[in-house]
């Protein structure tokens, strides 16, 4: 097991002007698991890729433990990568695929049969053995590709958005296996996801990328409490966080009659962020109204969709992924209908606060 850094390490891809990853700085504590999250495109498979050795590392370096692996061969780094394929060998059975890498290493055949016993047993696939990856679900392949990762016993498991090819309810059962055998294991492990769900529930930490740069890297928790920027706040929470930039005025954000105290560095207007749950229903005309498009009722919950009915607001471009709609969660047994206007209040604690041109957080 070991520590693995990333120190300004940046690559640009031939016939490209922008790096693909810029300057990252990066450290993944040893036995940690470190997930890296962010929107298609923002470098985090090439993040990874850098690490595992298959892509150059343009500037900067790469460590593994003690040792500069930045020029190493794939081979010689001690790491092994579950991609999100699976790639196992159709003609081999599970066991002949999980003890494959072993026999090319020259490992004698009772040992790679021990290994490949005890990676079974971990990962309940002792039934499996004799078969061939085709006669397994999707979720068997998975752990198969697990499995072969595990027997060879590395310093780093790399993994490029694995679950991906999984239905929904068998990813939710397959992620909550894997952050378990993780821990069990010990392993420092360096996972690719472009679901945040799925970052949440897993990593140690979370790292934030976009546009090739590290945009925050934190606990789950902080990253939601507190987010760096506009970005991290909009992509971070299912449903995102709320984002509108509204008007300044004697110290106060206006978003309607609801009146928000912001610093004198705001400016004319501020980006303010409240999550759904940190709006409440208020009187007529005593804060911020919305009217209603969709309402989810989800039994436990009910969120409201709609648009600002105040003059004076807009919604931020980050949550154009969530329809640049406001977002409300609503009392599941009394919910508005498509068409009403709601109007919510919100707590300063409940509030952040982000610069509208930059994104930073105030």
Not at 66 to 73: K, Y
Not at 86 to 103: C, D, I, S, W
Not at 260 to 281: C, D, H, K, N, Q
Not at 335 to 355: C, E, M, R, Y
Request: some cysteine; glycine content about 8%; overall charge neutral.
């Amino acid at each position: 097991m070991a520590t693995v850094v990333f120190d300004k390490a940046s690559r640009t891809y031939p016939g490209t002007t922008s790096p693909a990853v810029d300057q990252l700085e990066l450290t993944v504590a040893d036995g940690e698991f470190l997930v890296l999250v962010g929107p298609s495109g923002c470098g985090k498979s090439t993040s990874l890729r850098m690490l595992a050795g298959l892509e150059d590392v343009d500037t900067g370096s790469i460590r593994i433990g003690d040792r500069d692996v930045t020029h190493v061969a794939p081979k010689d780094r001690d790491i092994a990568m579950v991609f999100q394929s699976y790639a196992l060998y159709p003609h081999m059975t599970v066991a002949e695929n999980m003890g494959f890498a072993l026999k090319i290493a020259g490992v004698s055949k009772d040992e790679r049969a021990r290994r490949v016993q005890d990676a079974a047993k971990l990962l309940d696939l002792e039934p499996y053995l004799d078969r061939k990856p085709k006669a397994l679900s999707g979720g068997q392949r998975q752990r198969v590709a697990m499995g072969r990762a595990i027997v060879r016993e590395p310093q780093v498991f790399l993994m490029d958005e694995p679950l991906s090819n999984l239905d929904a309810k068998l990813r939710v059962a397959t992620r909550t296996q894997i952050a378990a055998l993780q821990r069990r294991l010990g392993i420092t492990t360096v996972y690719v996801t472009h679901d945040q769900v799925e970052a949440m529930t897993m990593g140690d930490r979370v790292a934030v990328l976009k546009d090739g740069l590290l945009q925050q890297v934190d606990t789950p928790r902080n990253l939601y409490d507190k987010p760096a920027n506009a970005f991290v706040a909009g992509f971070i929470g299912s449903p995102a966080m709320n984002l509108v930039v509204a008007p300044v005025s004697g110290g106060q954000a206006a978003l309607g009659a609801l009146k928000i105290a912001v610093p004198a560095s705001a400016g004319s207007s501020v980006t303010v962020g409240i999550r759904p749950e940190g709006f409440r229903p208020t009187s007529a005309g005593a804060g911020f109204d919305i009217k209603v498009n969709v309402v989810e009722e989800l039994g436990s919950d009910a969120f409201v969709y709609g648009v600002p009915a105040t003059s004076g607001v807009t919604l931020a471009n980050a949550n154009a992924e969530e329809g640049a709609e406001v977002i409300v969660r609503w009392d599941p047994k009394n919910p508005p209908k498509p068409g009403d206007t709601i109007t919510v209040t919100a707590d300063q604690a409940s509030v952040h606060l982000f610069n509208a041109t930059t994104g930073a957080r105030l």
